[in-house]
């Protein structure tokens, strides 16, 4: 994307403003996640998810690409929440670590499929045609979760004894249970979460630093100049989205 528009300079803003809307509003997300549950919320999240990304590829200004980011960044906050809501709707205890582990798989092994397919995209038909297509699938699995997610006490084709097992099993006694510290308890008095949190960071920070290591990564075919100054206009399909495809698969270009 730099390269038609020559938005080196300018791309900090973009590439940095979604994973601070998604850290700030997690909390917030995660707790009406619980209030309106797994099934609404993901429809609702993905939904606008996928609607912000399609128009990131109709973008024609800095502004208009940087609000389409912003809006993936706070609709992008809901995926954790929802998937470990489903999570402990559906799992035994005992099933949990499995269950969560198959999930998380998940994240790294859609990158790693995708990330072909997104360059080949780039490469062949323009960057904007990334984010249309990728949209795209997104609503396409919305349309297919609205209709067929439905917690265990609701599904309808789920046995009698394998819909008790799941209830009986999946939650926690009161007993064992203890009083709820609530949120302000969870954020103030708990070590272990804290713990988490960092390590997490770490991690993302680890993986996005890597990403950028990707050959061809922030690659420049043309010098940048100042924002606010649209140099070429346009998009140049061809030779310029080629030099950039894999780049921008790298995470390295706006």
């Not at 997690?26 to 609702?44: E, F, H, K, N």
């Not at 912000?52 to 960044?73: D, H, N, P, V, Y």
């Not at 960057?127 to 439905?150: M, N």
């Not at 309808?156 to 308890?185: C, F, H, K, N, P």
Request: hydrophobic letters at 45%; a positive charge.
């Amino acid at each position: 994307i730099s390269a038609p528009w020559r938005w080196a300079i300018c791309s900090r803003p973009i590439s940095g403003s979604t994973p601070w809307l998604y850290a700030v509003l997690l909390l917030p997300v995660g707790a009406l996640t619980d209030r309106i549950g797994a099934q609404r919320m993901s429809a609702i999240a993905a939904g606008f998810w996928s609607l912000s990304q399609m128009l990131g590829g109709a973008a024609t200004s800095l502004a208009f690409l940087l609000a389409t980011r912003l809006g993936l960044g706070v609709f992008e906050s809901a995926a954790n929440p929802c998937a470990h809501r489903a999570l402990r709707e559906w799992t035994p205890r005992r099933e949990r670590g499995l269950a969560t582990a198959i999930w998380y798989s998940g994240t790294t092994a859609g990158p790693a499929l995708g990330a072909p397919m997104v360059g080949w995209l780039i490469t062949e038909f323009g960057w904007r045609s990334s984010f249309v297509v990728t949209g795209l699938i997104g609503l396409i699995w919305v349309a297919v979760w609205l209709p067929v997610y439905r917690p265990p006490d609701r599904a309808r084709w789920l046995g009698d004894t394998e819909r008790a097992m799941i209830l009986r099993e999946r939650d926690v006694s009161a007993t064992e249970q203890g009083a709820s510290i609530g949120y302000r308890g969870l954020l103030l008095t708990t070590p272990t979460m804290w713990g988490l949190a960092l390590t997490q960071g770490c991690i993302n920070y680890t993986s996005g630093r890597k990403s950028r290591l990707f050959p061809g990564a922030g690659r420049i075919s043309q010098p940048s100049i100042p924002c606010g100054h649209s140099g070429s206009q346009g998009v140049r399909h061809g030779q310029g989205d080629r030099d950039h495809a894999f780049g921008a698969v790298g995470g390295g270009t706006a």
